[in-house]
C-alpha cells in the first residue's frame, strides 16, 4: 500500500494465458486456456476437485511447466521464467509455515530472501502483520496460534514482499464454517486495500461469488464460462455452469411452442413455461432450476403451467425455511424451500417463475451430461 493508504499501483496491465496446456501421459489437466486477468483483478478459478483449477495455479507459480501454450506478463513472457524470479506470492492450503520461526521471521522470510535490510525488513512486517491484525503475536511461534491466524500469517507472509501477483489455492478448506466466512470478508478487504492481482482457487461456489471481480468456471481442464459473478450465477451458459452455481433441479423435456421470448416444455405430467431471450427452440431440452424457486404449494392448488406434483421424501428444517425433497410421479427428484412444514409421504405441489427457469438444449451425448452435472452438483448443496 502506497504511504497515503490508497492502494498501491499494480505491476502490470495485463496477465495473459495463451493456449495453456498441462498433459501427464495420456491424461490433459488443463487444455487450452485462454484467459486474460487485468491488473489489480481478483480472479477465482472455480470447478470441482480434479477440474484443472490448482494446475493452473502451479502453471502460474511456475511449480509445474507447460506442455504447450505461453504465460505472459504484459510483454514479458513468464513461463520461461524460474519460479523464484516471478516475484508472485503464494498462499497454500496447508499454510506451509515454517515451525521453528516466530510469527515475524515467518512474514519476514522472503524478504531476508531478496536481502532486504533489517529496518526495512522490521517496518514491512509490522505493516503486513498490522493488516492481518497478528502485531500482538509477533512473537509466537505457528503451533501456538488457532488455524485462523496461521491462514493469516500464510497470507501476511504472501503479500509482505508486494508481489506481482498472489496466487491463493483453497486457503480456507481447512478452516471451520464460522472461520471461513470471517477470513472471506478479511481477504476481500486485504485485497480491496492493497490493490494486488489476485488469481484464487477453490471448489466454493459461495466463496468464488462473495470474492472474486470475475470468474473462470473449469471441467476436464477447459474453460466453460467466464464471467462476472452476477454473470455467472444469473445466467450461466451451460448445464453444468448451472449445476455447478445452484441449479440443483434438473428435468429432461421437449419443446412444445415458443412465443416470441417463451417457449413451452413438457414431458410426463410435467408442463413448463420459460421466459428470456434466446430460449432452445424446438427438440429435447433440458430444464434447470434452483431449490429457492422451486417454492412448495399445497396439493390443493390449481394445476397448470410451472407447477408440479410431487410426493414428499426428505424434509430440512433451515431457519427461514424448509428444504424439501420430492419425487414427481415418473421418478424425477426435485429440490425446493417451503416457508411452511410439510411431512414425508405428504402430496405438494411445487411451482417456479418463468423467468427463473433455464433451459438448454439436450446435447447428444446423455450420459456425459449427466456425469457433467452430476461431477458440478457435488458438494454444491444450496
Not at 121 to 147: F, H, I
Not at 263 to 268: E, H, L
Not at 269 to 297: F, I, K, N, S, Y
Amino acid at each position: 500500500m502506497s504511504s497515503d493508504g490508497n492502494p498501491r499501483q499494480t505491476a502490470f496491465e495485463e496477465l495473459v494465458l495463451d493456449g495453456l496446456t498441462r498433459t501427464f501421459g495420456s491424461y490433459t489437466a488443463v487444455d487450452g486456456l485462454n484467459a486474460t486477468i487485468r491488473g489489480g483483478e481478483f480472479v477465482a478459478l472455480l470447478g470441482p476437485s480434479g477440474c484443472g483449477k490448482s494446475t493452473v495455479l502451479n502453471l502460474l507459480a511456475g511449480l509445474l511447466e507447460p506442455t504447450s501454450g505461453s504465460i505472459w506478463l504484459d510483454d514479458e513472457r513468464v513461463d520461461i521464467v524460474q519460479s523464484e524470479k516471478r516475484d508472485f506470492g503464494m498462499v497454500f492450503q496447508n499454510y506451509a509455515l515454517f515451525p521453528h520461526l516466530t510469527v515475524a521471521d515467518n512474514v519476514g522470510f522472503g524478504l531476508a530472501v531478496r536481502k532486504v535490510a533489517k529496518p526495512e525488513r522490521r517496518r514491512r512486517v509490522r505493516e503486513a502483520l498490522e493488516l492481518v491484525q497478528l502485531v500482538d503475536q509477533a512473537d509466537k511461534r505457528p503451533a501456538q496460534l488457532s488455524g485462523g491466524q496461521q491462514q493469516r500469517v500464510a497470507i501476511a507472509r504472501a503479500v509482505v514482499t508486494e508481489p506481482r501477483l498472489v496466487l491463493m489455492d483453497e486457503p480456507l478448506s481447512n478452516l471451520d464454517a464460522k472461520l471461513r466466512l470471517d477470513m472471506r470478508t478479511e481477504i476481500r478487504l486485504l485485497h480491496q486495500k492493497l490493490g494486488l492481482t489476485t488469481v484464487y482457487v477453490t471448489h466454493d461456489q459461495q466463496e468464488a461469488l462473495s470474492l472474486a471481480d470475475r470468474l473462470i468456471v473449469l471441467l476436464g481442464g477447459v474453460v466453460q464460462q467466464i464471467g462476472t459473478p452476477q454473470e455467472i450465477y444469473q445466467h450461466p451458459q451451460s448445464p453444468y455452469v448451472a449445476a455447478f452455481v445452484g441449479y440443483r433441479n434438473r428435468l429432461p423435456l421437449t419443446v412444445a411452442d415458443t412465443r416470441s421470448d417463451t417457449t413451452r416444455v413438457r414431458g410426463g405430467d410435467v408442463e413448463l413455461l420459460a421466459a428470456g431471450a434466446e430460449l432452445p427452440q424446438h427438440g429435447e431440452v433440458v430444464a434447470m432450476m434452483r431449490a429457492e424457486d422451486l417454492t412448495v404449494t399445497s396439493a390443493d392448488s390449481p394445476r397448470g403451467p410451472n407447477r408440479i406434483s410431487m410426493t414428499v421424501r426428505v424434509v430440512e428444517y433451515q431457519g427461514n425455511h424448509y428444504a424439501v425433497e420430492g419425487r414427481t410421479a415418473s421418478g424425477s427428484i426435485l429440490h425446493a424451500h417451503s416457508t411452511f412444514p410439510v411431512r414425508p409421504g405428504e402430496d405438494v405441489t411445487v411451482a417456479v417463475d418463468p423467468e427463473r427457469l433455464r433451459l438448454y438444449a439436450a446435447p447428444d451425448g446423455t450420459d456425459d451430461i449427466d456425469d457433467q452435472v452430476a461431477l458440478a452438483a457435488e458438494g454444491q448443496r444450496i
